[in-house]
Each structure stands twice: as C-alpha cells, then as structure tokens.
C-alpha cells in the first residue's frame, strides 16, 4: 500500500504476525480466564499479545496506550500514539464466540490515521491508512455505498441486546446483527461487510481506535454521540459512544439517533437542513 505511513503499515503487519503466533498456542472456549476490576475477564493471550505488539510496534518519541498496560500519561506530550487492545471481545474468547480481535491503532495528533485488525478465528486481517485506503484480506475495499437505512445492517453490542439497550430499535428499518467485539464490528463496517454499527455507551479509546480509522481510511464516518470527530489520546481515554457507517447513511442514522444523542448533539430548531448537513460534513 503506498501512503505517507508506509512504514506505520509494516510495523502493523508484523504485529499482527505475530499476535497469530500467539493464538495459535490457545484453543477458543477451552481458555482460563481472571477477573481484573470491573469484572473484565484476562487471559494468558491478552498479556503475550500486549508484549509482542509493544515489541513490535513502538519506537523511540511515540506514546503508548494499551487496556493491558499501566497508562503511562507522558503519551500526552506525544504526537505519534499507538493505542491497541492486544484482545476485544475476550468474552467471546473464553466462550468460544469466533467475534474477537487483536485492534492496532495508530494515531497522529489526535486522529486516528492508521488501522490493523484480525480476528484469529476466522483469519481475517483488516488493514489501513488514512491516505491508502482499506485491505481486507489483501484486497482493497470500501465502506458501504447502501444510500437508504431502511433495510441497513447494522451491527449492535451483544451484550448491550442482552441488556435490553437495543429494545428501542428492535421494530425499526434496520436489521440488528448481533456481535461481540466492537473492534471486529468497525472493521467489518469498514470492509461494507456490514452497513453501520453504532454504541450509545461509553467505550474506552482501545475499544475503537484502530475501527475507526479504518471506517474513516475506507471511506465511511464515524463520529462520536455529540456528534463530533472521533480524538484520541486523551488524559481520560474514554469516549460517551461512537457512530460509524458507509457516507451516504450519515445524515439519516443521525437523525434516527436524535432523541439518543447528548443534548448539545441534536439539530436546532433554527438550522435548517443544508446548516446540518454543512456542520456534518468536516470530521
């Protein structure tokens, strides 16, 4: 892929390389799991992951952000920022649920301009660049290009359907897929594998942050329940919710989300559709 982060991709690749070593060693369903706080399950896999993508990504004057790492806040002074989750979706994991991934981010003064996603149980590689666009198992694709929601896959938290947060939306115009990691949910929105996919609760930067640049280098939206840009590398890396789709959903998922979005993300009463559309368009 030629683009500006060449190099970033290649680092990516390796990691990824090597993250598919490790899981080799460990069978989906047949794991041993621990509780961390928060009743967040960890495996053996999380902690050898987060090691090989360290060693294989970082460099000299970049920051690091990690869910299996110490928060190390001298990322704040940085502008090249890797921010990775070595598991997401380790529920799905333990259980067996092949809807798990390793999530490479890579971010550039706060936007997310580089992405590497794979799900070891079904060996798919999801990788990209803000300025190259996205591979998905080394062929070039796109987000969605679908102009209606009605009839729109999107892709909704299984556990947020377990909770009863998705009721709202089980009678409307969008086929619900139930799905495990967040991660793998943005990277198959990225590959048009899915229309859209959206969470209305908070979410760690780990969480996304590789989803999302890929969904943006594909050519997709995301933006977070202000409806404003998606920022990494925070002091407090957590975000109220995210939304990400193919382009041409953005104004209409949006205003099927009105009455779900923070108060400051609605439209005026006053702005008229092309001012919606105007504040929209740049992210």
Not at 27 to 43: A, L, M, N, Q, Y
Not at 44 to 62: F, H, N
Request: hydrophobic fraction near 40%; charge should be negative.
């Amino acid at each position: 892929m030629t683009s500006s982060y060449s190099e970033i991709l290649e680092r990516i690749e390796t990691a990824l390389d090597a993250a598919r070593t490790i899981f080799s060693r460990f069978t989906p369903g047949r794991i041993e799991s621990e509780f961390k706080v928060g009743h967040d399950p960890v495996t053996e896999a999380d902690r050898a992951v987060d090691v090989a993508l360290r060693e294989s990504l970082m460099r000299a004057g970049e920051g690091w952000l990690s869910e299996e790492s110490v928060d190390d806040l001298t990322r704040l002074d940085k502008r090249r920022v890797w921010i990775v989750d070595p598991l997401d979706g380790t529920r799905e994991f333990v259980k067996g649920i092949p809807e798990f991934c390793v999530s490479i981010g890579f971010v550039d003064d706060g936007q997310p301009v580089a992405g590497g996603i794979y799900n070891p149980a079904t060996e798919e590689v999801f990788i990209g660049a803000i300025d190259a666009g996205v591979l998905y198992n080394g062929k070039p694709v796109q987000a969605s290009q679908r102009t209606t929601l009605s009839g729109a896959t999107v892709l909704a938290s299984r556990s947020e359907i377990e909770r009863g947060e998705w009721a709202p939306f089980e009678n409307s115009q969008l086929q619900i897929r139930p799905m495990g990691s967040v991660a793998y949910k943005l990277a198959l929105v990225s590959a048009a594998l899915a229309d859209t996919t959206f969470t209305l609760t908070p979410k760690n930067e780990w969480d996304v942050a590789a989803g999302a640049a890929l969904v943006l280098s594909s050519g997709g939206f995301v933006v977070t329940r202000q409806n404003s840009p998606f920022r990494a590398n925070n002091g407090q890396p957590i975000l109220s919710g995210l939304i990400a789709g193919g382009p041409h959903l953005r104004n209409e998922l949006l205003q099927f989300l009105t009455p779900f979005l923070s108060e400051d993300a609605k439209p005026k009463a006053s702005q008229s559709l092309k001012e919606k559309e105007n504040s929209m368009r740049d992210f």
